[in-house]
């Protein structure tokens, strides 16, 4: 069964914060660069209750890499959630600029408790999610001068609490996603969006919307 969104809110008006590693930046004006693409993404990082046999479960990092390349030092994005006990159990925005390339899923972290004090946590690494110089767990690709849309991430609380990237599935409603998001960005309203998923065989249902692009 395909894992999308039929609803979604068009609000950009909440940006939490990001955790960064060298290049990518939170997308303004200023640091707006027409050579370097733009990430659009949403992470849930509520509470969820009943998930699975848990009687909750929470993702509370997520972390993607850049495949090296021969130009220089691969970077990463370091997504962690606002808080580990008061977070609302929807999805929030983040728009970025980051360097073009390849980036691959290097870690996750999903909190897991029977109860108040039987807790672990599922957790994946660049150890078992990246290996022979394949990314296991999925990835994506940021052309330069793109503005990209990968999907929203959140837990899949099926037979287990699991990472997994939902999506919108309509062309009127990626269109009413991208109003809003221009309506947020204003001096990069002109500029076409492409909708092009986090590609995993793990983590989420192949995808792919027609007209992939917005203009």
């Known amino acids: 069964m395909f894992k999308f969104l039929k ?31 733009v990430l659009i993404v949403q992470m849930n990082w509520g509470r969820q209750w009943k998930c699975g046999a848990f009687e909750n479960a929470q993702l509370q990092a997520l972390s993607f890499t850049q495949l090296p390349s021969a130009g220089g030092q691969a970077v990463s994005l370091e997504f962690e959630t606002p808080s580990k006990l008061f977070v609302d159990n ?16 290097s870690g996750f972290d999903v909190k897991i408790a029977r109860s108040a004090r039987n807790v672990a946590h599922i957790q994946g690494n660049k ?22 849309y990968i999907g929203h991430f959140g837990l899949d609380c099926g037979a287990e ?10 062309p009127q409603e990626f269109e009413r996603y991208i109003k809003g998001f221009r309506e947020k960005f204003p001096f990069i309203k002109n500029r076409p969006v492409q909708y092009r998923l986090f590609s995993s065989e793990l983590f989420g249902r192949p995808f792919s919307l027609s007209p992939p692009t917005v203009k």
């Open 7 to 37: 609803i979604l809110s068009t609000s950009f008006f909440i940006l939490p914060l990001l955790t960064i590693a060298a290049e990518p930046v939170s997308l303004s004006e200023t640091t707006y660069k027409a050579d370097l693409g």
């Open 90 to 105: 929807k999805f929030l925005p983040y728009a970025w600029v980051v360097q073009p390339g390849e980036y691959f899923l």
């Open 127 to 148: 150890d078992n999610l990246f290996k022979e110089g394949k990314p296991i767990g999925g990835s994506f690709t940021v052309h330069p001068g793109e503005i990209v």
């Open 161 to 170: 609490p699991f990472l997994w990237r939902y999506y919108i599935d309509e």
